[in-house]
């Protein structure tokens, strides 16, 4: 793709994405939950009529799930964290499990060392990996 200058803040959003990659995959799963199984209240209507018109639940349902909004962002950046995650080659998975996917708040020193590469290979290693994302999502 062409060279496009990303700004500071979309950098940071994009990198913010990975860091919050599991966490987007478990609400990923809580939107469509309540979409396929939403809450309904008890109808304590006795008296009135009910509508002639035959429902289509499944398709309700379909179009729920595919114009919801929130929903299909967070499923494009998943989509484009996966992509992404999977053509990187095996040092830099392992730069993205230690750096975004671990628990521990590291410093890039003990990134490097747990990767075995130099502080700054790992931040360039980085770049590349957050350019590559914002590529894919589109972002400038």
Not at 36 to 59: A, R, T
């Amino acid at each position: 793709m062409q060279d496009i200058q990303i700004t500071k803040p979309t950098f940071k959003k994009c990198e913010a994405e990975w860091f919050n990659y599991h966490k987007t995959l478990k609400e990923i799963n809580l939107l469509e939950e309540s979409i396929l199984h939403p809450y309904k209240e008890v109808d304590e209507n006795i008296g009135g009529g009910q509508s002639n018109i035959p429902g289509d639940p499944v398709g309700s349902t379909t179009i729920r799930l595919t114009r919801h909004k929130q929903l299909n962002y967070l499923r494009e950046i998943a989509s484009a964290i996966e992509t992404v995650y999977n053509e990187l080659p095996k040092d830099y998975k392992r730069l993205v499990q230690v750096r975004y996917w671990s628990t521990n708040g590291l410093t890039w020193n003990m990134i490097a060392k747990k990767v075995n590469i130099s502080a700054r290979q790992g931040q360039r290693w980085r770049d590349e990996i957050v350019i590559a994302t914002v590529e894919v999502l589109g972002w400038r």
